[in-house]
């Protein structure tokens, strides 16, 4: 059964880059038969999704963030990386790594419901 | 982007009592929608997915239906255990994903 663990600092300052990592276990973070994303939850709000990435490398990020984020994976030590730059005091939030199947058929991907997830981690971002 | 609504934002219901969510989306989804039930401190866990497909282990109070653009998640009969926030989610457009607000289930 796929594990994952999110982790980093928990408080980052305004106007630098918060930097998360995913564990992976029990799963290779290069298998096609796995995608893996980055959620998160403001205070008092929903959840928000940041970007994804797959297999091969290929990042997708929400357009209200694409401008400040990168998402890569580390095959070297089985993990994915999140990290937003320029941060301010609206990026305080529960950050979540998540994982769900895709399947290769046909030459054609496909790609279901995120039905991993990290427990969290919550990132302060102040002064 | 595709919006998703859901109502109501809260919901006051006592254990044994049926729970009935709603879930609309911005344009046509097919059945490409889920239900997260997620508790404070928790990670969300996956309860229906493909709009009406029990996830696994999830009890089978829950049920999910629709399709389109309306969607409906109901809990037959509450267990205390059910009181959280559930969440639906669209993946009609991979990757480019959205999550409704949420709906907060609360004990009456």
């Known amino acids: 059964q796929l594990q994952l663990q999110e982790s980093g600092p928990g408080l980052v300052k305004p106007s630098e880059t918060l930097s998360l990592t995913c564990s992976v276990s029990?799963?290779?973070?290069?298998?096609?038969?796995?995608?893996w994303g980055w959620i998160r939850q403001p205070p008092g709000k929903g959840l928000e999704w940041i970007g994804t990435?797959?297999?091969?490398?290929?990042?997708f990020y929400n357009s209200s963030l694409k401008s400040r984020v990168t998402i890569s994976l580390d095959t070297s030590t089985n993990h994915f990386s999140l990290e937003l730059k320029s941060v301010t005091a609206a990026d305080t939030a529960v950050y979540y790594c998540?994982?769900?199947?895709?399947?290769?058929?046909?030459?054609?991907?496909?790609?279901?419901?995120?039905?991993?997830w990290g427990k969290g981690t919550t990132v302060t971002v102040s002064s | 982007e595709i919006v998703l609504t859901q109502s109501p934002a809260t919901l006051s219901l006592s254990p044994g009592e049926r729970a009935t969510l709603s879930c609309r989306a911005s344009?046509?989804?097919?059945?490409?929608l889920a239900w997260y039930q997620h508790k404070p401190g928790q990670a969300p866990r996956l309860l229906i997915y493909d709009a009406s497909h029990r996830a696994t282990g999830i009890p089978a109070r829950f049920s999910g239906s629709g399709s389109g653009t309306d969607f409906t998640l109901t809990i037959s009969s509450l267990e205390p255990e059910d009181f959280a926030v559930y969440y639906c989610?669209?993946?009609?457009?991979?990757?480019?994903?959205?999550f409704g607000q949420g709906t907060r289930l609360e004990i009456k």
């Open positions: 344009q046509s989804i097919s059945d490409y």
């Open positions: 998540a994982s769900g199947p895709s399947q290769q058929l046909d030459g054609q991907s496909y790609y279901y419901f995120m039905d991993v």
């Open positions: 989610h669209q993946r009609s457009n991979w990757p480019l994903i959205t």
């Open positions: 029990d799963g290779s973070i290069s298998s096609t038969t796995y995608y």
């Open positions: 990435v797959i297999y091969s490398g290929a990042t």
